[in-house]
């Protein structure tokens, strides 16, 4: 399974957003998130994460023993940088996204 997570539609604290994503990771079937853009069955055994947060682009195929440590501890012990504390900006996403028109193909 492969999920694609927009941090900027959500304005919630590092603290929050690593309790939720934790819990995300933990069962990612059923679970609907703001700053989940999409979810695509790639037929893979292992969970794959393309993450858009703090201007940049992640994407992390992770291991047994890394979606374990992710479930607890959420997505950013995975990465090799300090992200921000606080997003902010998501009502100013959603409304640019409300303006699109439906078939405008993705975000």
Known sequence: MKVV???DLCD???AF???CSAAFIRHP???DRLCIREIVEDGKDT???K???DGRTIELEL???QRDLASVEGWESLV???PALFSSGALDRWRELRALPAEHGGL
């Open 29 to 31: 079937e059923g679970t």
């Open 12 to 14: 919630a604290n590092l």
């Open 47 to 49: 969970l794959t994460l």
């Open 63 to 65: 291991t047994d023993e």
């Open 17 to 19: 957003c690593q309790r």
């Open 80 to 82: 090799d940088f300090d």
């Open 5 to 7: 997570i927009d941090r």
């Open 51 to 53: 993450m858009f947060t």
